[in-house]
């Protein structure tokens, strides 16, 4: 079978890859949207699904549910490390805005995830439970660190292990981006290098012993893709059944965010070599029906496990039965950004189309209910409710948040698009009206580190005036270019 690279063309970032068996599974960053901890499955290093969330909520903070009036945008869940040991499957990540480190384990990838005490706070993360029974760290950014952990990854060890593998005194970002392994009674560590001026590299750092020297430097600095500026880097190797080794990293791709790349990897004389990434990839694999990444659904009738959340949901403000989904407001904010209960799904290149029917009969006054594309640069069409009737605007947020085109609505119930275009990072806006008719130009979309995420399609509700306003969503579909 072939396929295309990137082989996921949607954001998935810093992943880490394993393989049990004859499946594989990539978990990757999900910052502040919720469930998290995503978990993905394939039988053929090409195609993905959805495996599992690691965790529903976290729990923290205010910020987390956003009741702090800011969120955690670009925080959250960042770069975990998936491994399989002793017949679990473990997964260690970090979060910046609680500046703490997580563990969960489980017997099957699917769950349920069990959460374990961990101390201290570890920089991108990775695990290595080491032949002879001891556990190790390796984490940092510019100075990559190992550390020895207790048996149980509770804490470092006292007396264990705790030094600087590798230093980097080069301008900008440096070395991060760690993922550690032995093999062949050798130990590696993967990671990004990144200096000033330079294109983000994939680089590799070999060693006999963790006392020892490790020794290395870049074994991938391309572009791809016509992205002169964005080098792939960052992810894991994986060796295939038959005995192939791949390594799984990450591209920038402008507003659709990171997504996945494979790349055929080779060892001479106990050093990967990795000739370049392919613009596509042919592999024999098992020949599975995987589940699609974005769907379509009636949303009267439960959700499906893609969607997620932007930041824990407000369960009590969400009713869903045979007349749909039920949004309904407790405050009253600015911007979609605050607004809590924003239900997503990631975007998907080259280009998307999602529509959704809005029923606006349980707005308030200033109440704002649609479609959005949500990012830093966020935008949105929506129908409002005014003090005579009916609107639909167009609002979006460039140097400032405003609407950008309105018009009179007869109705309390309207259709909506949003039509993204990957190749210029725009989305447009529609209603139906017989035809669809767009409502303001075209919006510039821009991967920004504000949320660190790339844009995502947004069912939501909000109050500007009045809390406790509702809108009703049906017939969401979902259609990839």
Same mark, same amino acid.
């Given at each position: ?22 499946t594989?599974?990539?978990?990757? +960053? ?10 993905? $499955? ?6 993905w699904?959805?495996?599992?969330? @690691?965790?529903?909520? *976290?729990?923290?903070?205010? !910020?987390?549910? *956003? ?39 489980a ?23 080491? /032949? ?6 390796a ?43 032995? &093999? ?24 006999d ?28 190797? #994986? ?18 965010? $990171? ?13 990967? @070599? ?8 042919? $592999? ?16 009267r ?9 932007n930041h ?12 749909? &989904? ?15 209960? +924003?239900?997503?799904?990631? +975007? ?5 189309t999602?529509? #959704?029917? #809005?029923?606006?009969?349980? =707005? ?12 830093? =640069?966020h935008?949105?069409? %929506?129908?409002?409710? +005014?003090?005579?009737?009916?609107? &639909? ?22 259709? *909506? ?7 210029? /990072? ?7 009206? %017989? ?23 947004? =069912? ?7 809390? !406790? ?13």
């Amino acid at each position: 079978m072939q396929k295309n690279n990137p082989i996921v063309f949607a954001d998935y970032p810093d992943l880490d890859i394993i393989r049990v068996d004859n499946t594989y599974y990539m978990c990757t +960053t999900t910052m502040h949207v919720f469930p998290g901890g995503e978990i993905l $499955r394939s039988f053929d290093l090409l195609n993905w699904e959805h495996c599992a969330y @690691v965790y529903d909520v *976290l729990g923290e903070h205010p !910020g987390q549910r *956003l009741d702090d009036g800011k969120g955690i945008y670009g925080q959250g869940m960042w770069a975990g490390s998936l491994r399989h040991h002793g017949g679990l499957f473990h997964l260690v990540f970090m979060c910046n805005d609680t500046h703490s480190a997580y563990y969960y384990t489980a017997e099957k990838a699917e769950g349920p995830w069990t959460r374990h005490p961990m101390a201290g706070f570890y920089h991108d993360p990775s695990i290595l439970f080491d /032949d002879d029974g001891r556990v190790y760290i390796a984490y940092g950014g510019r100075d990559i660190r190992i550390t020895e952990l207790e048996s149980d990854l509770s804490a470092p060890k006292k007396g264990g292990l705790d030094r600087i593998v590798i230093h980097d005194d080069c301008e900008g970002l440096g070395w991060e981006g760690t993922h550690l392994y032995k &093999l062949n009674g050798k130990y590696y560590i993967f990671g990004i290098h990144w200096p000033k001026g330079g294109l983000r590299a994939e680089g590799c750092h070999v060693a006999d012993s963790l006392e020892g020297e490790f020794k290395g430097g870049e074994i991938l600095c391309q572009p791809f893709h016509g992205r002169e500026k964005d080098g792939p880097a960052q992810g894991g190797i #994986v060796q295939t059944p038959e005995g192939d080794w791949y390594l799984m990293i990450f591209q920038d791709h402008g507003a659709i965010g $990171r997504v996945p790349v494979l790349c055929p990897m080779r060892w001479e004389n106990d050093f990967p @070599v990795v000739d370049g990434v392919p613009e596509t990839l042919t $592999r024999e694999g098992q020949m599975a029906a995987y589940k699609p990444l974005v769907v379509s659904e009636s949303l009267r009738d439960g959700l499906n496990e893609v969607w997620q959340w932007n930041h824990e949901p407000h369960w009590e403000l969400i009713h869903q039965d045979e007349n749909g &989904l039920r949004l309904t407001t407790d405050r009253v904010v600015k911007t979609v950004e605050t607004a809590v209960n +924003t239900l997503t799904q990631r +975007t998907f290149g080259p280009r998307c189309t999602v529509e #959704v029917t #809005v029923d606006g009969t349980g =707005l308030n006054p200033g109440d704002h209910a649609g479609l959005c594309a949500l990012q830093g =640069l966020h935008g949105e069409i %929506g129908l409002t409710r +005014t003090e005579d009737g009916y609107r &639909l605007s167009m609002i979006s947020k460039e140097e400032s948040v405003a609407e950008r085109a309105g018009i009179a609505w007869p109705c309390a119930q309207v259709r *909506l698009r949003a039509s993204f275009d990957f190749a210029d /990072d725009t989305v447009r806006f529609f209603y139906q009206d %017989g035809e669809w008719q767009p409502l303001g130009g075209k919006h510039q979309l821009k991967y920004r580190l504000d949320h660190f995420m790339g844009v995502r399609a947004g =069912l939501f509700c909000y109050s500007m005036a009045q809390a !406790g306003g509702s809108a009703v969503f049906t017939d969401f579909t979902y259609r990839m270019e």
